[in-house]
C-alpha cells in the first residue's frame, strides 16, 4: 500500500517514549493486540497495530498525539471496537490508542441536568449511574458496550431517534486532542452557543479523524413515566411502512418505530431459541412510546394499535408485562447478531425520508432479486435508517458482485432523498462510496477541514475519506 510506505515505523525507541508517557502496563506490543485489530464489521479483516497505547488522561493523550506526529506514525483512536465501518480498524498499522482506561463519569450535574464524562465510559455503565441520579440519557444505540466515545465520534443512533434525536443532539460541548498534540475545549455547560465555529457539532461523527474526543459534556432530562410498546404484525412490508406516517399525523411521538420482516424474525427465533408472539406474518412494527402516567401510556398505546388496524395490521400485541417487554427489546437488539450468524456480505445502513422507505426496500430487493441475493430489511422506520443485508447464506459471494450491488442500493437511496449512512459512519468499509452522495465541491471542503486539522495526515488515515 503506497500510503503505509510513507508513514513511520513504530521502533523500539519510540515504544520507550510511550512508555514514558503512560506507563509499561499501559503499552501493548505483543499478542493481546489482536484485540485491537478488528472492530464488528462485516468480512473486514483484521490488521494488527504495531503498538496499542491506553493513556489515562487528557495530558498523556497529548503527547502521544505530538509524539506520533513528529515521527510520521499514524494513530487509530478506539473504543469498545463495536463499529461496524471498520473505523477503529488501524489500516496502516502503527498506534491504536485506546480510549478504555479514560472511563471515569466525572460529575453528574443535578443543578444543570448535564453529565460530564471521560470518552471511555461504557454506555451500559453511563445508563446505569445515570438511572441511580434520577435522570435520563435517551439515546439508544443498540450495543451498550460502545463507548461514549466512540457514540460521539460515529454520532451514533439506534432506537429512539424519533423522539430524541441522536448522540449529536445530547452534547453540549467537548475537549479534543488535535493531531499536533494541541488541547482544544468546545461549547460547554450551556444549551445556547452563538461563539465562532461550532466545533462541538464538526467533532461529532468525524469517526476519529480530526481531534481525539478526551472529554464529553451531556445533556441529561428527567426520566420518562412508564413506557409501553406495541408489537403489530402485517401481511407486507409495504402496509406496515405505510402506517409509520398515518401515526406521526395523529400528532403522536414514539420513542421509536421499528420495522421488521419475518425472515428476521425467524433468524432471531433460531438464533435465541426464544419466541416471539405473533410471529407468522410476513412482516412487523414495534413501537415504542413513553407517557408520564401508566393510563396516558395505555392511551397512547391504543390509539396506535387502532391507526396500525385501519391500515392493514392483522393484529396488535401489547405486552404488559415488564418481562415481555423486555423480551421484545432484547430481540430487537439481537437482529444483527441473529443474521450475522445466519451469512451476510455487508450491512447497509442508508438514511432516507421516513415516506420514502416502502419505495426504497421495494426497489432495492427488487436489484438484489436480478443478481440472484436475497436482501433482509429492517430498521428505523420512525426516521428513515434502513438496515438491509445481502444475504450469503454460506455461499461465497465474489467481492465485485457485492460492491456492484451495494452501488446500486446505494443510488437508490440517494435518489430518494437519503444518503448512505444514518448512524453507523462510513469508516474504513464505505468511504468508497461516499461520492455517489456528495458532490466534489463538498469532497474538496472536507479534505481541506482534514488538512486544517490534521496537516500530516496521521489521525485515522484512510477513514471517511482518502487526502492521496
Ligand atoms: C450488535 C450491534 C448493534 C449496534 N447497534 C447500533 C445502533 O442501533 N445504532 C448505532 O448508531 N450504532 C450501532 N452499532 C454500532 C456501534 O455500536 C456504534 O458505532 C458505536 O458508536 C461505536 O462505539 P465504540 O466505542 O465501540 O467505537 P469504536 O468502534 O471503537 O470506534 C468507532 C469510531 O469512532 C472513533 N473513536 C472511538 N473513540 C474515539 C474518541 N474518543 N475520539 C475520537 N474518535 C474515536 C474510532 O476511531 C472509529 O472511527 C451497533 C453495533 C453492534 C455490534
Redesign the pocket.
Known amino acids: 500500500m503506497e500510503a503505509q510506505r510513507r508513514y513511520g515505523k513504530v521502533t523500539d525507541d519510540l515504544i520507550a517514549l510511550l512508555i514514558e508517557i503512560v506507563g509499561g502496563g499501559n503499552v501493548l506490543t505483543g499478542e493481546e493486540r489482536q484485540d485491537y485489530s478488528r ?2 464489521a462485516p468480512k473486514l479483516k483484521p490488521v494488527l497495530p504495531e503498538v496499542v497505547v491506553k493513556p489515562e488522561d487528557t495530558g498523556s493523550v497529548a503527547r502521544i498525539m505530538k509524539l506520533a506526529n513528529e515521527k510520521n506514525i499514524p494513530v ?9 465501518a471498520g ?2 480498524v488501524p489500516i496502516y498499522g502503527g498506534i491504536v490508542l485506546s ?1 478504555e482506561k479514560m472511563n471515569r463519569i466525572l460529575e453528574i450535574d443535578k443543578d444543570n441536568f448535564v453529565a460530564t464524562v471521560e ?1 471511555g465510559v461504557v454506555l451500559a455503565d453511563f445508563f446505569q449511574a445515570v438511572e441511580e441520579q434520577g435522570l435520563y440519557y435517551p439515546i439508544y ?3 451498550t458496550s ?2 461514549i ?3 460521539a ?2 454520532n ?4 429512539r431517534a424519533v423522539k430524541y434525536g441522536v448522540t449529536r443532539h445530547f452534547v453540549l460541548g467537548l475537549e479534543a486532542v488535535l493531531p499536533t498534540g494541541d488541547i482544544v475545549p468546545a461549547g460547554g455547560k450551556f444549551v445556547k452557543c452563538s461563539t465562532g465555529y461550532e466545533l462541538t457539532q464538526l467533532l461529532i461523527g468525524s ?2 479523524t480530526l481531534a ?2 478526551t472529554k464529553i459534556i451531556l445533556r441529561l432530562i428527567p426520566p420518562p413515566g412508564k413506557r409501553e410498546i406495541i408489537f403489530v404484525p402485517f401481511n407486507s412490508l409495504h402496509d406496515a411502512i405505510k402506517s409509520v406516517p398515518a401515526i406521526l399525523k395523529q400528532r403522536i411521538l414514539p420513542v421509536g418505530i421499528e420495522f421488521m420482516e419475518r425472515d428476521v424474525i425467524d433468524m432471531v427465533e433460531q438464533h435465541t431459541g426464544k419466541e416471539i408472539p405473533l410471529h407468522d406474518y410476513d412482516a412487523f412494527l414495534m413501537i415504542i412510546v413513553e407517557a408520564d402516567s401508566e393510563d396516558e401510556v395505555h392511551h397512547i398505546a391504543g390509539q396506535i394499535g387502532e391507526i396500525c388496524l385501519s391500515h392493514g395490521a392483522v393484529d396488535v400485541f401489547i405486552p404488559g408485562s415488564e418481562r415481555a417487554k423486555r423480551n421484545l427489546l432484547e430481540a430487537r437488539e439481537q437482529f ?2 441473529a443474521v450475522r450468524y445466519f451469512g451476510i456480505t455487508d450491512l447497509v445502513d442508508v438514511v432516507v425520508p421516513r415516506s420514502r422507505i416502502a419505495e426504497f426496500v421495494e426497489k432495492t430487493k427488487g436489484i438484489a432479486a436480478e443478481y440472484g441475493i436475497p436482501l433482509i430489511a429492517y430498521g428505523h422506520a420512525g426516521d428513515g435508517n434502513v438496515h438491509l443485508h445481502p444475504m450469503s447464506r454460506g455461499r461465497d459471494e465474489s467481492e465485485a458482485r457485492v460492491k456492484e450491488l451495494l452501488e446500486k442500493i446505494y443510488e437508490v437511496g440517494v435518489s430518494l432523498g437519503g444518503t448512505i449512512s444514518g ?3 462510513l ?1 474504513f468499509t464505505k468511504k468508497g462510496y461516499l461520492h455517489l452522495a456528495a458532490d466534489k465541491s463538498k469532497i474538496d471542503l472536507m479534505k481541506r477541514i482534514k488538512r486544517a486539522f490534521d496537516p500530516n495526515n496521521i489521525l ?1 488515515p484512510g ?1 471517511v475519506l482518502d487526502l492521496e
Open positions: 472492530d464488528e487509530t483512536p478506539r473504543g469498545g471496537g463495536t463499529g461496524l473505523g477503529a480510549l470518552p444505540p443498540g450495543e460502545a463507548t466515545g466512540g457514540n465520534a460515529t451514533a443512533g439506534g432506537m469517526e476519529g481525539v474526543i444483527y447478531n448512524e453507523h459512519g469508516g485515522n477513514k
